[in-house]
């Protein structure tokens, strides 16, 4: 059996994710078969596997760290918010359905023999399974029905690492808190404290610690420094939403209410030259050098969220003069209608920016599938990615159809690309699907959408469109600056091992690993 640990924290961004996904790097690195894991995730940033099952982008980033590909096995559940008080539930990769908090609460033990099955493989692959918990074991309203922190813990019998955000204040608070409500048995499970994201003199700390485990009875595993990692955050939920300050290339993403997805534009955080704003009003969008309307669960409310303060009408003002782009949602939002009949979001008909000539109809069917392709010969501002490889995924509701210029390449049974724009096909939930279109313009060169999430990531087409952006203002930045998103996070992950090796005890970490059984 695989040898199994757990990070839990004190609250939601105590910095889990980035833990989990150190700790796979250092194993993986020490020469184990390592694999992260997380029962149940809420974030509306979601990948598709190479077999069309949809994950959390989180898990993703934790297996990218661990050197193997994504399996859905590692988040077999995900919960995509649709408002406040409902989400869509997906297991196994697969929509199961919309489900309010309260449904969703009386449902989700059902969903243990899921878990355990995804557990079970995941233990055929791997050495050690590093497991992030969500949110606090301390939710003691939650705790009868709890399948994701110590309720996972007692069914996997996993041993707990305990972290702290010091950042915040209150750490002592937190750590000591969080063991106070936890029953005997559940603190029994944890043999590790971890203070995270500290700042200043860690012997400032020594009289504290001391007292820390006086009165827990456990161990400090580690001070972990704040650290300047640049990897995907945890879930939509995050503070974290890029840049504030203008750059030499200002990119504006409109930040609606429900983005999802937001990582497309990670890449360009790592060009120097480059900053990414997200806005919510006109105030905060300024005059930018590019704007991106991002991923949407819910495309209609954000699109009348745009036109009820005024970022609609600035955006297509604004189109005139300077590059606009939409991604999946924000791609809809570009069109000139989306017609709902199913109910899927709001129902009914609205109109679109009109700034696409396509018209999209919303469908049960979820289309998820791996992209691969070629931008094709285009014209006006994004004929600077005209030829360039992409890689990307679909996942998305909705058939969008109508007079469009298409500007990627489409190689499936030769058939031409509007030809294979029919999102309302059944969901393509296996293997790897040729390119389609990659964006769609129309007669404003300026305006472009896509389907195609992770469409930036290659090191070539984000340094390309920098590139213009800079040459579109009169200066030069080059291409130089600009590493592949792929090699970036490499980079990112071994920086993160490293100081993470420096600051954690992993000898005592590995002990834990070696005793890990303790039922």
């Keep these: 059996m695989a040898k199994i640990i757990m990070i839990q924290g004190t609250m939601s961004c105590a910095g889990k994710?980035?833990?989990t996904a150190g700790l796979c790097r250092i194993m993986k690195r020490d020469g184990y078969r390592v694999a992260p894991f997380k029962s149940q995730n809420m974030a509306l940033n979601s990948f598709v596997t190479e077999e069309g099952l949809e994950m959390g982008r989180a898990q993703v980033m934790q297996a990218e760290a661990a050197g193997i590909a994504p399996l859905v096995c590692m988040n077999p559940i995900l919960l995509k918010p649709t408002d406040h008080t409902g989400s869509q539930v997906i297991v196994n990769g697969q929509v199961l359905g919309n489900m309010s908090a309260r449904e969703y609460f009386s449902y989700k033990r059902r969903l243990i023999p899921d878990i355990k099955r995804a557990f079970r493989k995941l233990e055929e692959l791997?050495?050690?399974?590093v497991i992030e918990g969500a949110g606090s074991p301390a939710e003691v309203n939650l705790r009868e029905h709890d399948i994701v922190n110590m309720g996972l813990a007692e069914l996997v019998d996993a041993p707990v690492l305990l972290a702290g955000d010091i950042d915040r204040g209150g750490?002592?608070?937190q750590l000591l808190g969080t063991l106070m409500l936890l029953t005997e048995t559940e603190r029994k499970r944890v043999k590790g404290l971890i203070i995270n994201k500290f700042r200043g003199d860690r012997s400032l700390l020594d009289s504290g610690i001391e007292i820390l485990e006086e009165k827990g009875g456990i161990p400090v595993a580690g001070v972990v420094p704040y650290m300047d990692i640049r990897l995907e955050d945890e879930d939509s939920l995050t503070e974290h939403f890029g840049k504030k300050e203008k750059g030499t290339i200002d990119l504006a993403v409109v930040r609606y209410p429900r983005i999802s997805n937001f990582t497309d534009f990670n890449v360009f955080e790592q060009i120097p030259e480059v900053s990414v704003r997200y806005v919510a009003s006109v105030e905060e969008l300024g005059s930018p050098d590019m704007i991106f309307l991002p991923g949407s669960k819910n495309t209609m409310s954000d699109l009348d969220w745009m036109r009820r303060n005024g970022l609609e009408a600035a955006v297509k003002k604004m189109a005139e003069k300077i590059p606009v782009c939409g991604i999946c949602g924000g791609y809809q939002m570009l069109g000139e209608k989306i017609s709902d009949p199913e109910g899927m979001e709001n129902g009914g008909t609205m109109k679109g920016m009109g700034l696409l000539p396509v018209i999209t109809v919303l469908k049960c069917e979820k289309v998820r599938r791996q992209i691969h392709g070629t931008v094709n010969q285009t014209e006006g501002f994004f004929s600077v990615l005209s030829g360039l490889e992409f890689d990307g995924y679909e996942i998305h509701t909705g058939d969008s159809a109508g007079n469009t210029s298409h500007t990627g390449e489409c190689r499936k049974n030769g058939q031409a690309p509007q030809?294979?724009?029919?999102?309302?096909?059944?969901?393509?939930?296996s293997g790897v699907s040729d390119a389609e279109a990659a964006?769609?313009?129309?007669?404003n060169k300026n305006v472009c959408g896509t389907y195609i999430h992770g469409i930036f990531d290659r090191a070539a087409i984000a340094a390309a469109l920098a590139a213009a952006l800079a040459e579109?203002?009169?200066?030069?930045?080059?291409?130089k600056s600009c590493m592949d998103y792929k090699?970036?996070?490499?980079k990112q992950y071994d920086k993160l091992a490293d100081i993470l090796s420096k600051y954690l005890n992993m000898e005592e970490i590995y002990g834990i690993l070696r005793k890990s059984h303790i039922k």
């Design 171 to 173: 750490v002592f608070a």
């Design 17 to 19: 994710s980035l833990l």
């Design 439 to 443: 964006f769609v313009t129309g007669k």
């Design 487 to 490: 090699e970036f996070k490499e």
């Design 126 to 129: 791997a050495d050690i399974i």
């Design 419 to 429: 030809e294979c724009r029919k999102s309302g096909q059944a969901p393509h939930s």
């Design 472 to 479: 579109k203002k009169g200066l030069s930045i080059g291409n």
